[in-house]
Antibody
Framework: EVQLVESGGGLVQPGRSLRLSCAAS????????LFWVRQAPGKGLEWVSG????????GYADSVKGRFTISRDNAKNLLYLQMSSLRVEDTALYYC????????????WGQGTLVTVSS | DIQMTQSPSSLSASVGDRVTITCRAS??????LNWYQQKPGKAPKLLIY???SLQSGVPSRFSGSGSGIDFTLTISSLQPEDFATYYC??????????FGQGTRLDIK
């Protein structure tokens, strides 16, 4: 069974940093592209960042470019999101998500970790 | 960046209705178009991938069509459990993916 378990969320002040982690199991982690997708309260899904299977391609939404860094450890089956210079508008539920290997659809999601940026 | 535009943004329908949601990409994405259903408090669930392929376990009343720029999600006969929010998403530029803004489907 595929499992994606996010951790690291919490309450943080504007301008501070936070690192999210996603522990994966139940599939060949090193074969899959991975994403962070967030959802602000009452809003739609927003792609935050993505990374290919070997980290060879990485992308960021314009809203987080220069502030967030995605990385992965294929030996430990872990995905990370380092978030710095956090803003109130970064408040959201952050999902870790796994892509299928043919059409890159998101075939599995974690349950999310809540990040609240507030003074 | 590829923009995804869904319509309508909200929709009211009755059990048994046939419902269609459309999604338009700002440039061609071949068939790299996926549809998700999200219910309150839950993670999204994959319904359709590659524009028209039904994800395992998803009822056959859900179907998808289209290629290139224009895509459609159809629910042939609405069931009570189908009232939710639906999102399209392009995976053509993975890892740079994009979601539509969502379509909220309510009970009339």
């Amino acid at each position: 069974e595929v499992q994606l378990v996010e951790s690291g969320g919490g309450l943080v002040q504007p301008g501070r940093s936070l690192r999210l982690s996603c522990a994966a199991s139940g599939f060949t982690f090193a074969d899959c592209a991975l994403f962070w997708v967030r959802q602000a309260p009452g809003k739609g899904l927003e792609w935050v960042s993505g990374i290919t299977w070997n980290g060879g391609m990485i992308g960021y939404a314009d809203s987080v470019k220069g502030r967030f860094t995605i990385s992965r450890d294929n030996a430990k089956n872990l995905l990370y999101l380092q978030m710095s210079s956090l803003r109130v508008e970064d408040t959201a539920l952050y999902y870790c998500a796994k892509a299928g290997t043919s059409w890159y659809e998101i075939d599995n999601w974690g349950q999310g970790t809540l990040v609240t940026v507030s003074s | 960046d590829i923009q995804m535009t869904q319509s309508p943004s909200s929709l009211s329908a009755s059990v048994g209705d046939r419902v269609t949601i459309t999604c338009r990409a700002s440039q061609t994405i071949s068939s790299y178009l996926n549809w998700y259903q999200q219910k309150p408090g839950k993670a999204p669930k994959l319904l359709i991938y590659a524009a028209s392929s039904l994800q395992s376990g998803v009822p056959s009343r859900f179907s998808g069509s289209g290629s290139g720029i224009d895509f459609t999600l159809t629910i042939s006969s609405l069931q009570p459990e189908d009232f939710a929010t639906y999102y399209c998403q392009q995976s053509y530029r993975t890892p740079l993916i994009t979601f539509g803004q969502g379509t909220r489907l309510d009970i009339k």
